[in-house]
C-alpha cells in the first residue's frame, strides 16, 4: 500500500540535524511550536468543505419513530416478525424472546419542497428537508453502545486506534491556534444515557496532539484554564517559558516528538486562557440568535451546544462533535423519542439555519445519527439494538440536497437498497474534506493503517453534489 503520509521520522531526523548542526534551543523551540500547529498534509484533491460538526445521537435513535416510515410495520403490528428475517441474527436483548412487530409509534408527515417524509416528533428538523441527505440504508457490526461508538468513530472495534477527528486533524490541521482543532461537547436527556468514553475523540496511535479536547458544557469550559488567585499573564508567561526550556533539555537526550506536543500542549493552554473565555461569553449574541437556538446559554444544553458549536466553526475549529446521550429506548419508545427529539430539535435546525445565514453552510458538512437504530421488533414498549439498517442524515457543502438515499426491505429489518457502511461514510468524508482514503494512511508497527481499514469502501458518489 503507498504510503503518502509517514509518521515521525522526519520530525526526528530535522531535530537531530538541527541539534548536530550547533542550532540553539530557539531556533528548536520555533520548529516544535510550528509543527504543533500547522497541517500534516495537504489535500489530494479540490476540498468541498473545511469542517466536520457530527451530531452524535448517543444511544442508537429509532428510524421508526424519526425518519424512516414503514407503512408494513404498521400494517402487521403485534403479529409475529417472520423468522425468515431473525433466525441466526445478531440481537442485543430480545435473545430467546418472541418477536413481534412493532408499528411507528408516531405520525410521519411531508416537508419541503423535495416531499421528505418525517416524523412529527421534530417540529423544527422539518425546516430543513430541502437541505438534508438522509441516508436510510446505513449498516455497521458491533451491536453492543461501546464498541458500535468505537466503530463509528475509529472504523474499527479495536480500542486505541485513532477517531476519525484525530485522523482529519491528522491530514489538515486546525485553521486555528488559540483553540484545539478538535473539540467535543456532551450533553444528556430523554431517555437513558449510556456513558461516553473519552477515547472516542482519542488519537490512538497518532501523535497525541491530534486527539479531541472535550469543553465542558457548565461551569469552567476547560479545566484550570484560569491563573490561580495572584498570578497574573505576565507570571503565567513565565511558568510557560520555563517549562519549555526544561522540555527543550530533555529533547536534547531524548528526541522524543511527544516532547514536542507537550510543549505545543503548554503554549495551546497559555492562548486559551484568553480564547475560551471570550469564545464562551455569549454577550455578543444577538437575543434573536440565542431564541433561534432555544437556549440559556451556558445551560449545558444540547441547544446552547449548538450555539457553542457554531462559534467554535466560526474561529477556525476543524472537527467538532456533539453528543447528546439520551437515546436508548429499550422501554416507552413512544414517549421517549417524543422527549429526546425536543431536547435536539430546536438546536439542530437553528445550527444549520444559522450556519447558511452566515454562508457557512456550504463550507461545513453536517452529519446527524447515532451508533446504530432500533429494531423492528418490539421490546415490551421499547426497541433493542439493531445494526443491519438505520438512518443518518447530511446536509452541506458538497452533499445534493432534499433527497433519501438506500433504503431497507419493508419491514426495515436489512438495508437492501444501496447499503451504506460505516466505512463508506468515513471514504466519502474524507473525499469532501480533499483526502483520497485510500492514499490516506499512517505507518505503525510497520503497518500502514488507514481510517477505513483494509476492508473495501467506496465514496458514495450519488449523493454528491
Known sequence: MKNDFLCSGPHLARRTFLKRAGVGSVALAALMQDETASASVLPHHA?????????????????FETFDYKPELARLDGKPMPESLTKGQPIAQLQNAALNVMGPQHPFVRHGKCGMEMSTVFQHIGDLADDMCVIKSMHTEQINHDPAHTFFNTGTVI??????????????????????????LTSEGGGQSQPISSRQWHSGFLPSRFQGVQMHSTGNPVHYVGNPAGVGKKQQREIVDAVSQINLHRNEALEDPEIATRIGAY??????????????DLSS?????????GCTPGDGSFNS????????????????????????HHGGVKRGVA???SLVDQGTAALVKDLKQRGMLEETLIVWGGEFGRTPMAQGDGRDHHIKGFCIWLAGGGVRAGMTYGSTDELGYNAVEN??????????????????????????????FKLTGVKPAKVIKDILA
Open 159 to 184: 480500542s486505541g486506534r485513532p477517531s476519525m477527528g484525530s485522523w482529519v486533524m491528522y491530514g489538515l490541521g486546525a485553521e486555528t491556534k488559540d483553540l484545539p482543532g478538535f473539540v467535543v
Open 267 to 280: 503554549e495551546m493552554a497559555f492562548r486559551m486562557q484568553t480564547s475560551v473565555p471570550e469564545l464562551t
Open 305 to 328: 451546544n449548538c450555539l457553542l458549536a457554531r462559534r467554535l466553526a466560526e474561529r477556525g475549529v476543524r472537527f467538532i462533535q456533539l453528543y447528546h446521550r439520551g437515546w436508548d
Open 419 to 448: 447499503p451504506v457502511h460505516i466505512r463508506d461514510f468515513h471514504a466519502t468524508m474524507l473525499h469532501l474534506l480533499g483526502i483520497d482514503h485510500d492514499r490516506f494512511t499512517y505507518k505503525f508497527q510497520g503497518l500502514d
Open 285 to 293: 449574541e444577538p437575543p434573536k440568535i440565542v431564541d433561534m437556538y
Open 47 to 63: 476540498p468541498r468543505i473545511k469542517r466536520v460538526i457530527h451530531l452524535c445521537m448517543a444511544g442508537g435513535p429509532s428510524q
Open 339 to 341: 422527549k429526546t427529539a
